[in-house]
């Protein structure tokens, strides 16, 4: 065996004929951390690295990426800020040096942590690309972001918020690519640099294209929890219906509904697969009045603690759908407006289900109750109230307006750090940067209508002077966006099993950036049900899928896109 020493003092040619078990050693991995020149202000705390191989591991089960069979470098170190007394780790995975394509992916978290765990690092490796998550500065990778938010009740904690916004995952790239090039002996060979995340890990991918125009040459962005101010409040507008129109449904009449939605709005695409590819044609041409007394019955369910907060048991549920079951539901599909009737957002689309609505049984007055949705109440209470808490104390006296002056607040106080829809991505576009932004059709956590919007701002702001056309022509030589037919949020859709999903994105993106391949359709793969496998392509937007004699073309339809586009006028500022 080769010692480390010998590993130290070689070039490029060298490293690259290593093992995995010569490099991925902690004095290897510490000789070739990146020096304190690659980024002004942070000290790397060498003495924190580790370094640790695994062998012939199975990767499986991801959504985001294929099953495969990986080997590994795991190294993780700390570093901190100078003039701060903070620590953020980050953790690398390395492949093997025979294995290593000069490539390096960034990966970031959902809902309220910064990282995915190993489930999404993982995915660099069948690619030859060495992976790198960071934890933030919380404390631990474990630790999301409201561990460390407010430091006391009134006090905010901004650097957490900066870290959380954009910076952490800034950082763990700048130094994850440097230290991936030393680590191969690669300094001279272009490092082809990537990112891919969904949800809060897709709203991250657009905090670094929106600020760092070169740090990446291709960024795969799913559902992404941006325009945050409205996102995080949007999650408590299904409740305030209910308290509006003082009709908590049990969860079974609204599931109907969305059965019944679902059922019917089916076929419109022009195939029935038990798939809602054109939620914009539901919209047009399903009134949800036709579910009125449709018979519902789900069984009892006993208690559980598994995951979060403790769901008490819920009795046998039979009934109709009734007219205020019906009101709840099209009041939330309309999306929230004020008391002036301007709109303030939008909501899901038709044929997803009501997350957002879901309801609470009380034993004690055998009736359903209001239940909080978590990400909307820990947003106003912990964010904009500054207070060390999960839930509101109370949603009584809440109303639309009320809602809409959280959204406010929420844009004054975390524009620059979360809000993340700058328009203007020109230096990104000028550096040669490719965009791949996918949303679900049928997510119910973040409105697939979020993206539309914010691909429709960045048109209209780059190619002001163009035509609709041109200009959706020019912004898709670098950007494109997919609506994933029937998928829910970052992910398959139990309700609509023989939809696809976006499973080879990062193989998509790298033909892309590496060999000029451009997608056209994006490829995407039944990953469940009795079509398992099953290769299906997804249209580009604006064009919609349609099948016609059994085979999908992506059509052009004006009406169905205009269903889309939302005037929010509630806001007299603009709101990309
Ligand atoms: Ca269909």
């Not at 609709?468 to 037919?485: G, K, M, Q, T, V």
Request: with cysteine; glycine share 8%; net charge negative.
């Amino acid at each position: 065996m080769r010692s480390a020493a010998w590993l130290l003092t070689s070039g490029a040619a060298f490293a690259s004929a290593a093992s995995l078990a010569d490099v991925c050693t902690s004095s290897y991995a510490k000789a070739h951390l990146p020096t304190t020149a690659s980024y002004e202000g942070i000290t790397i705390d060498k003495s924190s690295l580790t370094a640790q191989a695994f062998y012939n591991e199975p990767f499986t089960g991801s959504v985001m990426y294929p099953n495969a069979t990986i080997s590994y470098c795991n190294v993780t170190f700390a570093y901190s800020h100078n003039g701060l007394n903070d620590q953020v780790l980050v953790t690398y995975w390395l492949p093997s040096p025979s294995e290593f394509q000069d490539r390096f992916l960034a990966t970031g978290g959902g809902g309220l942590a910064i990282n995915s765990g190993n489930s999404s690092v993982a995915g660099g490796i069948p690619y030859g690309a060495a992976a790198g998550l960071t934890d933030g500065g919380f404390g631990s990778f474990s630790n999301s972001w409201d561990t460390v938010f407010p430091l006391a009740n009134g006090t905010a904690n901004w650097p957490a918020v900066y870290n959380f916004g954009y910076q952490s995952i800034h950082e763990m790239t700048v130094l994850g690519q440097a230290f991936t090039k030393s680590f191969y002996g690669t300094n001279s060979t272009k490092l082809f640099s990537y990112y891919q995340g969904c949800s809060e890990g897709g709203r991250e991918g657009w905090s670094q294209v929106q600020r760092f125009a070169d740090q990446f040459d291709g960024v795969i962005t799913g559902a992404p929890a941006f325009r945050y101010a409205f996102q995080q409040v949007q999650h408590l507008y299904s409740n305030i219906v209910e308290q509006t129109l003082n009709y908590y449904p049990p969860p079974c009449e609204l599931a109907e509904i969305v059965n019944l939605t679902i059922a019917a709005c089916d076929p419109l695409d022009g195939k029935t697969d038990g798939v809602v590819a054109r939620s914009d044609l539901c919209k047009l041409h399903f009134n949800i009045n036709s579910t009125l007394g449709k018979p519902y019955s789900c069984a009892a369910s006993s208690a559980t603690s598994m995951m979060g907060p403790p769901a008490p048991a819920s009795p046998a549920q039979n009934g109709t759908v009734s007219a205020k079951g019906i009101e709840v539901a099209a009041t939330i599909l309309h999306g929230l407006r004020n008391s002036q009737g301007q709109q303030v957002y939008f909501n899901y689309q038709p044929g997803a289900t009501f997350a957002d609505a879901q309801t609470e049984y009380d034993a004690t007055t055998d009736s359903w109750t209001l239940d909080q949705s978590g990400l909307g109440a820990e947003w106003v209470e912990r964010y904009l109230m500054l207070q060390n808490a999960s839930l509101l104390p109370t949603l009584n006296g809440v109303t639309y307006d009320t809602l809409q002056a959280w959204i406010t607040q929420g844009l004054q106080m975390y524009t620059d750090s979360l809000e993340t829809t700058w328009p203007d991505l020109t230096p990104f576009q000028k550096a040669g940067g490719k965009v791949l932004h996918y949303h679900g059709e049928s997510d119910n956590s973040i409105p697939t209508a979020s993206s539309v919007r914010y691909h429709e701002s960045v048109r209209k702001v780059m190619y002001p002077d163009m035509s609709y056309n041109a200009s959706n022509a020019a912004l898709n030589e670098w950007y494109r966006l997919y609506l994933i037919p029937g998928a829910a949020h970052c992910g398959p859709n139990p309700l609509q099993p023989n939809g696809p999903f976006p499973q080879t994105n990062l193989q998509v993106m790298i033909d892309w950036v590496e060999k000029g391949v451009e997608p056209t359709t994006l490829n995407a793969t039944v990953l469940q049900g009795e079509h398992l496998g099953q290769n299906q392509q997804v249209c580009q937007w604006p064009l919609r899928p349609l099948y016609v004699g059994g085979e999908m073309q992506c059509v052009y339809d004006q009406a169905s896109i205009d269903t889309w586009h939302y005037d929010l006028d509630a806001f007299k500022v603009p709101i990309y």
